[in-house]
Structures are given as structure tokens and as C-alpha cells.
């Protein structure tokens, strides 16, 4: 039976719709290569002893959830696995909603995790780098309320926090300035703190050469393959696996298109000489 032009597309149109929306509903988790960059960051934070309060700060807005959010989410829970206990930042105005979110979505399985000795979220401070200077002198005149208004000397997870070097990790998912490359500057240039961090795909390779044998960044994570990648060195099965999940299937159903249509194209020209 001949299919018109019209029915055809409208068949490639339903089976690539159902190609990607199966996936991120039911995601697959195939195992993807783990880049050097990703399973530095991933070392960083497997090999830090459990106890240990790190820092993440959220340099990031809505414009770049899709890639950054799952490696927030990622970040989050592995350093729950370790036992880490999570401060929270913001250099970008809305980076304080994005950790909110990134928090409720991962303490969601560990019910056991507590705010204020657990983690905690100290909000937005405007300054980019000068902010972060300042929180390598005294972190309780940056932040003498946290995002809630409670004080300082009040949550338990800060009280031999008094300035950047007692982090033993700091992690700066950023999208732009200020952020990550700030957060090198100061607090791994002068400090000597491990830093780590994510960044949008199309950033990436700017941050390549920070990964030098000074190790100014401890691995990079670089778009949504990278939170992917993480993700599976973590075995979460999270929004970045399902999104890499529809993103292959879909291009192999794109590609076993074009081979019907080649084959389609080569049996209409071979019955032609026939007749």
C-alpha cells in the first residue's frame, strides 16, 4: 500500500513524539564514556572524608536550568551519600530559587537530612568577586542572616565555619559572570581551596585550561552530556539521563529514517528501469 507524502510525515511525526516522550517519562539509564573532566569533579567530592562542610554556590538563573539544575541535583546528592554537609550561596539574584528547588527535589529521598545542620541556604549577595573576598575573611559579615532570616550564630552547621578555608570543597555552577571563574580566582588562587563547579555546554572549553597540574579547577562539567555522565557515577537515574535518553533515541530513529528513505528512493528507481 502507497502512503501519500502527508500520512508518511505525519507517521515520522508521531513516532519521533513518542521516541522522546517515553524517555524522559521511563528513563532507560544507558551507560555513557565518563570524560576526564567529570570523573575529576566526581573524585573530588568521593575522596573529601565524611563530616566535612562544603560549599556550592549557584551562579545561575532559569535561562540555563535545563543543563545546570541536574547537576546541582547531582552535586546535592552525592555529597549526601558522603555524609557532606552543603552550604549554599548565590552570586546571581535568582540562584537562591534554583538551590531552594535543588534541595527540595534530593532531601525528598533523604528525609533524614535536616536544614540548618545538614545544610543550609545564606541567599544571594551582590559584589561577584569582591563578595567572594570578603567571605575569605569572615563568612558571617557576608551573610549574617541565611535566605530565611535566621542568624548565623544560630545554625549548627556554620559553627566552625568562619571563613572560606574552612570549606573542604567549593563548587560554583555558573552560567556567566560572576561565577565560576571568580570563585578560581579567589578562593582556590589564593586560598588554596579545592574548587570545582558546571558550566552551559557552549562555556565549557574556556574552562578546559583552568584543569592544569595547579588543578586551579578540579575537573569540569560541561552541559547536559556532562551532568549525564555524573549522574552515572552517582547510579541516579535523574533529568539529565532521561533528557540524553530521548536525545539518542531520537537521533537513531532519525537515522533509520533516512536509511527507509534512501531504500524508499532506491526501489522506486529500480522498478522505473524495470519497467
Known amino acids: 500500500m502507497k502512503l501519500s507524502a502527508r500520512t508518511e510525515r505525519q507517521i515520522i511525526y508521531t513516532l519521533l513524539i513518542i521516541a522522546v516522550g517515553l524517555p524522559l517519562v521511563f528513563p532507560i539509564g544507558w551507560k555513557t564514556e565518563v570524560s576526564g573532566y567529570t570523573e575529576m ?9 565524611a563530616g566535612k562542610v562544603v560549599l556550592i554556590s549557584f551562579d545561575y538563573d ?3 536550568i535545563t543543563e ?19 552550604v549554599a550561596t548565590a552570586l546571581w539574584p535568582m540562584g537562591v530559587q534554583m538551590a531552594e528547588k535543588a534541595f527540595q527535589e534530593i532531601c525528598a529521598a533523604y528525609p533524614d537530612k535536616v ?32 535566605a530565611k532570616g535566621t542568624h548565623y550564630d544560630e545554625l549548627p552547621i556554620l559553627q566552625n565555619i568562619k571563613r572560606l578555608k574552612d570549606f573542604a570543597w567549593i563548587s560554583s555552577l555558573s552560567s556567566g559572570v560572576p561565577g565560576l571563574k571568580e570563585w578560581v580566582m579567589v578562593a582556590h588562587d589564593t586560598y588554596g581551596i579545592p574548587v570545582t ?8 572549553p574556556g574552562f578546559f585550561a583552568y584543569v592544569n597540574e595547579q588543578k586551579q579547577l578540579t575537573g ?16 541516579r537515574k535523574g533529568t539529565a539521563t ?15 529514517f533516512i536509511a527507509a528513505g534512501n531504500l524508499k528512493v532506491y526501489l522506486s528507481r529500480r522498478r522505473k528501469r524495470n519497467a
Not at 569533579?41 to 572524608?49: D, N, R, W
Not at 535518553?245 to 537515522?255: E, P, V
Open 41 to 49: 569533579a566526581y573524585m573530588l567530592i568521593e575522596e573529601t572524608p
Open 62 to 64: 532559569p535561562s540555563t
Open 68 to 86: 545546570l539544575q541536574p547537576m546541582a541535583e547531582a552535586l546535592i546528592e552525592h555529597a549526601f551519600k558522603k555524609n557532606h554537609r552543603i
Open 115 to 146: 536544614y540548618g545542620e545538614d545544610y543550609v541556604n545564606l541567599g544571594y549577595k551582590v559584589g561577584g568577586m569582591v563578595s567572594i573576598q570578603a567571605m575569605g575573611r569572615n563568612l558571617k559579615e557576608v551573610y549574617p542572616v541565611d
Open 197 to 204: 563547579g558546571g558550566c552551559t555546554a557552549i562555556s565549557a
Open 220 to 235: 569540569i562539567l560541561g552541559g547536559l552530556k556532562s551532568a549525564s555522565e555524573y549522574e552515572s557515577l552517582i547510579e
Open 242 to 256: 532521561s533528557k540524553m535518553d530521548a536525545q539518542s533515541i531520537a537521533h537513531l530513529l532519525i537515522l533509520v
